[in-house]
Protein backbone atom coordinates (compact mmCIF):
# COMPACT_ATOMS: atom_id res chain seq x y z
CA UNK A 1 0.00 0.00 0.00
CA UNK A 2 1.52 3.46 -0.77
CA UNK A 3 2.07 6.17 1.81
CA UNK A 4 -0.94 8.57 0.48
CA UNK A 5 -3.23 5.40 0.74
CA UNK A 6 -2.26 4.70 4.33
CA UNK A 7 -2.67 8.55 4.45
CA UNK A 8 -6.10 8.69 3.30
CA UNK A 9 -7.25 5.69 4.91
CA UNK A 10 -6.28 6.93 8.91
CA UNK A 11 -7.71 10.53 7.85
CA UNK A 12 -11.01 8.77 6.39
CA UNK A 13 -10.74 6.19 10.20
CA UNK A 14 -10.05 9.15 12.57
CA UNK A 15 -13.24 11.59 10.45
CA UNK A 16 -15.44 8.14 11.06
CA UNK A 17 -14.28 8.02 14.78
CA UNK A 18 -15.03 11.84 15.39
CA UNK A 19 -18.87 11.32 13.27
CA UNK A 20 -19.02 8.39 15.57
CA UNK A 21 -18.47 10.43 19.23
CA UNK A 22 -20.19 13.38 17.96
CA UNK A 23 -23.26 11.02 17.10
CA UNK A 24 -22.90 9.00 20.65
CA UNK A 25 -22.74 12.71 22.35
CA UNK A 26 -26.23 13.65 20.93
CA UNK A 27 -27.73 10.42 21.79
CA UNK A 28 -26.85 10.55 25.05
CA UNK A 29 -27.51 14.29 25.25
CA UNK A 30 -31.04 13.74 23.78
CA UNK A 31 -31.53 10.63 26.31
CA UNK A 32 -29.93 13.20 29.34
CA UNK A 33 -32.76 15.73 28.20
CA UNK A 34 -35.67 13.40 27.96
CA UNK A 35 -35.05 11.81 31.32
CA UNK A 36 -33.97 14.97 33.14
CA UNK A 37 -37.03 17.35 33.20
CA UNK A 38 -35.45 19.97 35.17
CA UNK A 39 -32.54 20.62 32.80
CA UNK A 40 -34.35 22.42 30.01
CA UNK A 41 -34.88 24.93 32.94
CA UNK A 42 -31.52 25.19 34.10
CA UNK A 43 -29.90 25.72 30.56
CA UNK A 44 -32.51 28.96 30.08
CA UNK A 45 -31.18 30.19 33.68
CA UNK A 46 -27.93 30.01 33.04
CA UNK A 47 -28.72 31.61 29.47
CA UNK A 48 -30.09 34.59 31.38
CA UNK A 49 -27.43 34.85 33.90
CA UNK A 50 -24.78 35.47 31.46
CA UNK A 51 -27.22 37.77 29.14
CA UNK A 52 -29.10 39.53 31.69
CA UNK A 53 -31.80 38.67 28.76
CA UNK A 54 -35.31 36.05 29.78
CA UNK A 55 -35.69 33.45 27.40
CA UNK A 56 -38.80 31.40 26.39
CA UNK A 57 -39.58 28.12 24.01
CA UNK A 58 -41.95 25.88 23.38
CA UNK A 59 -39.49 22.93 23.00
CA UNK A 60 -36.00 21.68 23.37
CA UNK A 61 -34.01 19.42 21.45
CA UNK A 62 -30.35 18.46 20.76
CA UNK A 63 -28.86 17.67 17.46
CA UNK A 64 -25.52 17.35 15.83
CA UNK A 65 -24.85 20.48 13.85
CA UNK A 66 -22.11 21.79 11.76
CA UNK A 67 -20.00 23.22 14.48
CA UNK A 68 -20.83 20.07 16.80
CA UNK A 69 -23.93 18.97 19.35
CA UNK A 70 -26.09 21.76 19.93
CA UNK A 71 -29.26 22.25 21.87
CA UNK A 72 -32.85 23.73 19.70
CA UNK A 73 -34.66 25.65 21.26
CA UNK A 74 -38.44 25.56 19.46
CA UNK A 75 -40.39 28.73 18.83
CA UNK A 76 -38.10 31.11 20.77
CA UNK A 77 -38.73 34.23 22.29
CA UNK A 78 -36.18 36.91 23.84
CA UNK A 79 -37.38 39.34 26.55
CA UNK A 80 -36.11 42.01 28.59
CA UNK A 81 -36.95 41.39 32.17
CA UNK A 82 -39.24 44.17 33.65
CA UNK A 83 -40.53 44.88 30.26
CA UNK A 84 -43.70 43.97 28.37
CA UNK A 85 -43.32 42.46 24.93
CA UNK A 86 -41.07 40.20 23.65
CA UNK A 87 -37.88 42.13 21.59
CA UNK A 88 -37.29 39.27 19.28
CA UNK A 89 -39.15 36.01 18.52
CA UNK A 90 -37.24 33.07 16.23
CA UNK A 91 -38.93 30.03 14.40
CA UNK A 92 -35.67 28.38 16.46
CA UNK A 93 -32.76 29.01 18.41
CA UNK A 94 -29.38 27.13 18.80
CA UNK A 95 -27.16 27.12 21.65
CA UNK A 96 -23.99 24.89 21.28
CA UNK A 97 -20.31 24.16 21.97
CA UNK A 98 -18.38 25.64 18.64
CA UNK A 99 -15.57 22.70 18.24
CA UNK A 100 -14.04 24.45 15.07
CA UNK A 101 -13.59 27.96 16.81
CA UNK A 102 -11.95 25.84 19.85
CA UNK A 103 -9.52 24.46 17.76
CA UNK A 104 -8.79 27.75 16.26
CA UNK A 105 -8.70 29.95 19.31
CA UNK A 106 -7.28 27.32 21.29
CA UNK A 107 -9.79 27.89 23.80
CA UNK A 108 -11.98 24.76 25.35
CA UNK A 109 -15.22 27.40 26.10
CA UNK A 110 -15.89 28.78 22.84
CA UNK A 111 -19.96 28.97 22.77
CA UNK A 112 -22.12 29.81 20.20
CA UNK A 113 -26.30 31.82 19.89
CA UNK A 114 -27.57 31.28 16.51
CA UNK A 115 -31.44 32.46 15.69
CA UNK A 116 -33.26 31.07 12.89
CA UNK A 117 -36.26 33.03 11.28
CA UNK A 118 -35.82 35.66 13.82
CA UNK A 119 -38.06 38.70 13.51
CA UNK A 120 -35.77 42.16 14.39
CA UNK A 121 -37.08 45.71 14.77
CA UNK A 122 -34.34 48.60 15.10
CA UNK A 123 -35.45 52.07 15.69
CA UNK A 124 -33.10 55.18 15.06
CA UNK A 125 -33.99 57.95 17.53
CA UNK A 126 -32.64 61.21 18.69
CA UNK A 127 -30.30 59.44 21.08
CA UNK A 128 -28.80 56.35 19.31
CA UNK A 129 -29.63 53.34 17.76
CA UNK A 130 -32.29 50.43 19.57
CA UNK A 131 -34.08 47.14 19.49
CA UNK A 132 -37.62 47.35 19.81
CA UNK A 133 -40.62 44.68 21.01
CA UNK A 134 -43.05 43.94 18.49
CA UNK A 135 -46.01 44.13 20.62
CA UNK A 136 -48.69 46.84 20.45
CA UNK A 137 -46.46 49.21 22.49
CA UNK A 138 -43.20 48.53 20.70
CA UNK A 139 -43.03 51.99 19.52
CA UNK A 140 -43.64 53.46 22.89
CA UNK A 141 -41.26 54.36 26.04
CA UNK A 142 -42.97 51.36 27.76
CA UNK A 143 -42.90 49.00 24.90
CA UNK A 144 -39.51 46.06 25.12
CA UNK A 145 -36.79 47.96 23.75
CA UNK A 146 -32.52 47.58 24.02
CA UNK A 147 -30.00 50.51 23.51
CA UNK A 148 -27.03 49.16 21.43
CA UNK A 149 -24.95 49.84 24.90
CA UNK A 150 -27.42 47.22 26.90
CA UNK A 151 -26.46 44.69 24.47
CA UNK A 152 -25.03 41.86 26.36
CA UNK A 153 -21.24 40.43 25.76
CA UNK A 154 -20.78 37.37 23.75
CA UNK A 155 -21.36 35.99 19.80
CA UNK A 156 -24.93 35.95 17.91
CA UNK A 157 -25.75 34.65 14.71
CA UNK A 158 -28.87 35.47 12.88
CA UNK A 159 -30.00 32.82 9.95
CA UNK A 160 -32.83 33.44 7.00
CA UNK A 161 -34.49 36.42 9.47
CA UNK A 162 -35.92 39.82 8.48
CA UNK A 163 -34.94 43.40 10.16
CA UNK A 164 -37.23 46.34 10.25
CA UNK A 165 -35.99 49.39 10.42
CA UNK A 166 -37.96 52.46 11.24
CA UNK A 167 -36.16 56.56 11.43
CA UNK A 168 -37.76 58.16 14.61
CA UNK A 169 -35.87 61.25 13.38
CA UNK A 170 -38.02 62.08 10.48
CA UNK A 171 -41.04 61.38 8.61
CA UNK A 172 -39.64 58.25 6.83
CA UNK A 173 -41.55 55.42 6.07
CA UNK A 174 -40.01 51.86 7.67
CA UNK A 175 -38.26 49.75 5.42
CA UNK A 176 -37.70 46.29 5.81
CA UNK A 177 -34.72 43.62 4.81
CA UNK A 178 -35.65 39.98 4.24
CA UNK A 179 -33.44 36.72 4.21
CA UNK A 180 -31.05 38.35 6.53
CA UNK A 181 -27.30 36.88 7.73
CA UNK A 182 -25.96 38.56 10.52
CA UNK A 183 -23.19 38.36 13.20
CA UNK A 184 -22.85 40.11 15.99
CA UNK A 185 -19.43 39.30 17.82
CA UNK A 186 -19.81 42.12 21.37
CA UNK A 187 -17.08 42.72 23.82
CA UNK A 188 -17.31 45.33 26.77
CA UNK A 189 -15.40 48.15 24.52
CA UNK A 190 -16.66 47.04 20.67
CA UNK A 191 -18.64 45.73 18.35
CA UNK A 192 -18.28 43.78 15.34
CA UNK A 193 -20.59 43.01 12.48
CA UNK A 194 -20.46 41.11 9.26
CA UNK A 195 -23.98 40.16 7.60
CA UNK A 196 -25.15 39.62 4.26
CA UNK A 197 -28.51 40.07 2.14
CA UNK A 198 -29.46 37.42 -0.46
CA UNK A 199 -31.18 40.55 -3.15
CA UNK A 200 -34.09 40.00 -5.33
CA UNK A 201 -33.12 39.21 -9.06
CA UNK A 202 -34.17 43.18 -9.92
CA UNK A 203 -31.79 44.32 -7.30
CA UNK A 204 -28.79 42.01 -7.69
CA UNK A 205 -26.84 39.20 -6.38
CA UNK A 206 -26.09 39.79 -2.77
CA UNK A 207 -25.23 42.66 -0.20
CA UNK A 208 -22.38 42.24 1.89
CA UNK A 209 -21.59 44.48 5.22
CA UNK A 210 -18.63 44.99 7.78
CA UNK A 211 -18.60 47.28 10.36
CA UNK A 212 -16.78 47.82 13.66
CA UNK A 213 -17.53 50.09 16.60
CA UNK A 214 -14.93 51.09 19.07
CA UNK A 215 -15.34 52.58 22.55
CA UNK A 216 -18.54 53.49 24.71
CA UNK A 217 -21.53 52.23 22.89
CA UNK A 218 -23.81 53.99 25.41
CA UNK A 219 -21.88 56.98 23.99
CA UNK A 220 -22.33 57.32 19.78
CA UNK A 221 -21.02 60.46 19.64
CA UNK A 222 -18.18 59.11 20.70
CA UNK A 223 -17.52 55.80 18.85
CA UNK A 224 -15.01 55.08 16.42
CA UNK A 225 -16.51 53.12 13.32
CA UNK A 226 -15.56 51.80 10.41
CA UNK A 227 -17.61 49.96 7.79
CA UNK A 228 -17.35 48.52 4.25
CA UNK A 229 -20.55 47.74 2.03
CA UNK A 230 -20.11 45.62 -0.93
CA UNK A 231 -22.73 44.59 -4.09
CA UNK A 232 -22.28 41.87 -6.22
CA UNK A 233 -23.75 41.96 -9.52
CA UNK A 234 -25.81 44.87 -8.79
CA UNK A 235 -28.56 46.31 -10.61
CA UNK A 236 -28.71 50.04 -11.00
CA UNK A 237 -32.45 50.13 -12.80
CA UNK A 238 -33.74 48.67 -9.90
CA UNK A 239 -31.86 50.23 -7.33
CA UNK A 240 -33.26 53.51 -9.21
CA UNK A 241 -36.75 52.69 -9.10
CA UNK A 242 -36.42 51.43 -5.19
CA UNK A 243 -35.24 55.31 -4.06
CA UNK A 244 -36.44 57.29 -6.47
CA UNK A 245 -35.49 60.22 -3.80
CA UNK A 246 -31.65 59.44 -5.18
CA UNK A 247 -32.00 61.26 -8.52
CA UNK A 248 -28.43 60.71 -9.44
CA UNK A 249 -28.54 57.43 -9.69
CA UNK A 250 -28.16 56.05 -12.96
CA UNK A 251 -31.11 54.47 -14.83
CA UNK A 252 -29.18 51.58 -16.41
CA UNK A 253 -26.21 49.63 -15.72
CA UNK A 254 -25.13 46.06 -14.08
CA UNK A 255 -21.92 45.24 -11.84
CA UNK A 256 -20.25 45.18 -8.63
CA UNK A 257 -19.55 48.15 -5.99
CA UNK A 258 -17.76 48.63 -2.66
CA UNK A 259 -17.80 51.36 -0.26
CA UNK A 260 -16.06 51.79 2.55
CA UNK A 261 -15.93 54.49 4.96
CA UNK A 262 -14.65 55.17 8.93
CA UNK A 263 -15.07 58.15 11.39
CA UNK A 264 -16.06 58.74 14.70
CA UNK A 265 -19.85 59.46 16.36
CA UNK A 266 -21.30 61.81 13.05
CA UNK A 267 -18.13 62.52 11.69
CA UNK A 268 -16.02 61.00 8.56
CA UNK A 269 -13.29 60.88 8.43
CA UNK A 270 -12.48 58.76 5.09
CA UNK A 271 -14.83 57.45 2.80
CA UNK A 272 -13.77 55.51 -0.93
CA UNK A 273 -15.61 53.76 -3.43
CA UNK A 274 -14.51 51.23 -6.25
CA UNK A 275 -17.20 50.28 -9.26
CA UNK A 276 -16.86 47.71 -11.74
CA UNK A 277 -19.80 48.31 -13.69
CA UNK A 278 -20.63 48.12 -17.37
CA UNK A 279 -23.62 48.81 -19.67
CA UNK A 280 -23.55 52.33 -17.00
CA UNK A 281 -26.81 54.98 -19.03
CA UNK A 282 -26.12 58.54 -16.94
CA UNK A 283 -29.02 60.90 -16.64
CA UNK A 284 -27.86 64.74 -18.46
CA UNK A 285 -28.61 68.20 -17.21
CA UNK A 286 -32.10 67.94 -18.52
CA UNK A 287 -32.99 64.59 -17.60
CA UNK A 288 -32.02 63.05 -20.53
CA UNK A 289 -29.76 59.82 -21.01
Do not use: C, N
Not at 149 to 155: A, E, F, I, S
Request: hydrophobic share 50%.
Amino acid sequence: MSRARRIWKWAAALAGAVLVVLAVAVGGLRLWLEHSPEIPPEVVARMERLTGLRFAFARLDARLGLDGPELVFRDASIMVPGQHDALITARAGRVGFDVWRSLKTRRLAAGRVVLEGARVFVYLTPGGIELRGQGELAASASGAHLTLGQLPVGRVRIEDSSITVQDLRGAARPWRIDRVELDLDRDPSALTLSGGVRLPEALGARLDVQARLEGDLAVPSGLAWEAEVTLAHASLAGWTALVPQWPWLPPEGRGDLQVSASGRGADLARASASFALKRVVMIGPAGAP
